[in-house]
């Protein structure tokens, strides 16, 4: 509470000022997959990034392809930011004080975000900026579930942009547009081999979205509480390092870890700046959970029971045995859509349906990630949201 609620407030009185927004509800949809129409914008195309290339090197390929559209993504939260504080202080400020933050982070992480700078011409602050933003705007849903032969299925919502800026004219996040050209799947190879793959945005080098092929899925979502990840991140920038960023973390489960059980436990146990939900998928019966963390520690872990009846687990923006917040229920509507699937039909093909549904389907939803572990298989498509459409 407390945190979210006022967010949520703040984004309502800002939308409703302008309109008036009924509760965009809809009957679970079916036979969306193969994805096409209106709720597709574009399936997301593939680069490789070569994890033997000296970090500052990796992304250059990549960032000198999407350039123009992280310029343009960049200029956008310029905007917003002089509409906020006209004198143009506030990114004087970014360009001035964040580059002396990227020294801070861990390697390889201060290097890529260094490469970044220097591949896209874009101010070294600024691109720090871009990957810290994780902190504040985003809300996701998250679902990994078992069907009726063993087969783990995980697939995600990235809904991202709250706040940035609404389009009256669009009924659109200008910030959430921007980012729609940035979503890239990437191959990440050691050695002309696989090590993970990932949907992500280009210039972003933390990890959101991931599978390691054979061995387990991650994604992660964003925990708000109130002594969350701003006292995390001021406590870095004055000088107390002991957490780890949170999707430093992931990329680095990702790159590193070799099973479930280890992946598990590093995601559980490693302090972070800011709260946080992992949802993690296994290779086998049973392995699939929801990671609740504090800063400190998990304070609880909800795994998949089939001996209860608990075939998927579920994570929105809220502890899952809490209420969510009524003016941002999507976690009710995308279990009514699992639970009337039901575990006989569970696939990336049904759970594309249940993340097609509105408010599942929300004016944030940058992007929808489908993961089967068994085959490696990640897929992406980016999404539009046509009215009439909730905007979180
Ligand atoms: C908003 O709509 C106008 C036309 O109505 C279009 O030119 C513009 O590109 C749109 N902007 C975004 C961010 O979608
Ligand atoms: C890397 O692997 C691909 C097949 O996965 C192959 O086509 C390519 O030739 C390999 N490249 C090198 C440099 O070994
Ligand atoms: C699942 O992962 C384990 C390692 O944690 C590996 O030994 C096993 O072969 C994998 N099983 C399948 C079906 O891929
Ligand atoms: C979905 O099914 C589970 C397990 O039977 C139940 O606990 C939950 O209340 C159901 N949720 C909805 C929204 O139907
Ligand atoms: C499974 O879902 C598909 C739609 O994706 C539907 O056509 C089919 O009837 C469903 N099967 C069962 C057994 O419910």
Request: with cysteine; hydrophobic share 40%; aromatic share 10%.
């Amino acid at each position: 509470m407390g945190h979210r609620v006022l967010l949520v407030l703040a984004a309502l009185f800002a939308v409703t000022s302008t309109q008036f927004i009924p509760p965009y509800t809809e009957d679970c949809r079916s036979g969306m997959y193969p994805p096409k129409g209106p709720t597709l914008k574009k399936a997301v195309g593939w680069y490789t990034i070569d994890l033997d290339l000296p970090p500052a090197k990796r992304w250059t390929a990549l960032i000198t392809d999407k350039k123009a559209e992280l310029t343009n993504m960049i200029q956008a939260i310029r905007d917003l930011a002089n509409a906020f504080v006209p004198s143009g202080n506030l990114i004087e400020l970014v360009d001035i004080t964040l580059p002396l933050m990227a020294d801070t982070l861990p390697s390889p992480f201060n290097e890529e975000i260094k490469g970044i700078a220097t591949a896209s011409g874009i101010p070294l602050g600024e691109v720090v900026l871009f990957n810290i933003f994780y902190e504040v705007f985003t809300v996701c849903t998250s679902v990994v579930a078992e069907d009726d032969k063993g087969n783990l299925v995980h697939g995600r919502n990235l809904d991202f942009g709250l706040f940035l800026g609404w389009d009256v004219k669009n009924k659109s996040w200008t910030v959430s547009e921007k980012l729609k050209p940035l979503v890239v799947n990437l191959d990440f190879k050691r050695k002309n081999q696989t090590v993970f793959k990932s949907t992500n945005f280009a210039g972003y080098v933390g990890m959101l979205t991931g599978i390691k092929p054979n061995l387990f899925t991650l994604t992660m979502n964003e925990r708000f509480s109130l002594n969350g990840g701003y006292i995390g991140i001021l406590e870095w920038i004055l000088g107390k390092r002991d957490g780890m960023w949170m999707s430093f973390l992931t990329r680095s489960v990702l790159e590193n870890a070799m099973s479930y059980e280890e992946a598990k436990s590093r995601l559980s146990q490693t302090k972070l700046l800011a709260p946080a939900y992992f949802i993690l998928g296994g290779n086998q019966t049973g392995q699939g959970c929801i990671i609740t963390r504090s800063r400190e520690l998990s304070i609880d872990v909800l795994e998949i029971d089939l001996k209860l009846g608990r075939w998927y687990v579920l994570e929105t923006n809220y502890d899952h045995w809490k209420e969510p917040l009524f003016l941002d229920d999507r976690r009710t509507p995308a279990m009514k859509c699992m639970n009337q699937t039901a575990q006989k039909n569970i696939s990336l093909k049904t759970l594309y349906d249940v993340l097609s549904t509105k408010p599942v389907l929300n004016k944030l939803t940058t992007y929808t990630t489908l993961m089967q572990v068994s085959e490696g298989k990640l897929e992406a498509y980016i999404r539009d949201c046509p009215n009439p459409c909730m905007p979180w």
